[in-house]
T-cell receptor, first 112, second 109 residues
Framework: SQTIHQWPATLVQPVGSPLSLECTVEGTSNPNLYWYRQAAGRGLQLLFY??????ISSEVPQNLSASRPQDRQFILSSKKLLLSDSGFYLC???????????FGPGTRLTVL | KNEVEQSPQNLTAQEGEFITINCSYS?????LHWLQQHPGGGIVSLFMLSSGKKKHGRLIATINIQEKHSSLHITASHPRDSAVYIC???????????FGAGTILRVKS
């Protein structure tokens, strides 16, 4: 069976500091991978998705970037965090574009 | 106007009640998802449907493609059903899921 991991679970960072959130999937090969953000009081928003190693599509221009260095690893990064980057970050995976997505446990990021 | 609208925003029910959460969308879709988000933030996929009706335990999801509307029903509600229920649509082209704002459900015993 497949499992998805995210870490850390919670993170408090000062404004201007860098960010690296990691997501890994086990039990499948070449999954589609997704990064979502849920800001306080708002719905989920797709940030990035990837259909393969090194292939990243960005949905929303922002202060963040994503990378997929390995087949089942998806990393969300920032060089300098902004207050508006605070939120709940969810990684998800799917077999392909036509199947349902499975979500990780999420990372709660607070930028002070 | 958001592409995906859910109603109600908040819902409080007594244990045992029949619950309906509605979702309307304004874009062309290939599928619609119902998700459940627990207080800790974790999200579970409940249904993915593109037509008709699906049932899983006490949960039933229906979709009317012509009317661009879906409903999630919970029969014999229980306090453990308390969560945020999110409707998301897969737009016809591409990988994008567009999410509703969610419905906060609280079931009291």
């Amino acid at each position: 069976s497949q499992t998805i991991h995210q870490w850390p679970a919670t993170l408090v960072q000062p404004v201007g500091s860098p960010l690296s959130l990691e997501c890994t999937v086990e039990g499948t090969s070449n999954p589609n991978l997704y990064w979502y953000r849920q800001a306080a009081g708002r719905g989920l928003q797709l940030l990035f998705y990837s259909v393969g190693i090194g292939q990243i599509s960005s949905e929303v221009p922002q202060n963040l970037s994503a990378s997929r260095p390995q087949d089942r690893q998806f990393i969300l990064s920032s060089k300098k965090l902004l207050l508006s980057d605070s939120g709940f970050y969810l990684c998800a995976w799917s077999f392909d574009s036509y199947n349902e997505q499975f979500f990780g446990p999420g990372t709660r990021l607070t930028v002070l | 106007k958001n592409e995906v609208e859910q109603s109600p925003q908040n819902l409080t029910a007594q244990e045992g009640e029949f619950i309906t959460i509605n979702c309307s969308y304004s874009v062309g879709i290939s599928a619609l998802h119902w998700l459940q988000q627990h207080p800790g933030g974790g999200i579970v996929s409940l249904f993915m449907l593109s037509s008709g009706k699906k049932k899983h335990g006490r949960l039933i999801a229906t979709i009317n493609i012509q009317e661009k509307h879906s409903s999630l029903h919970i029969t014999a509600s229980h306090p453990r059903d308390s969560a945020v229920y999110i409707c998301a649509v897969k737009v016809t082209y591409g990988n994008k899921l567009v999410f509703g704002a969610g419905t906060i459900l609280r079931v009291k015993s």
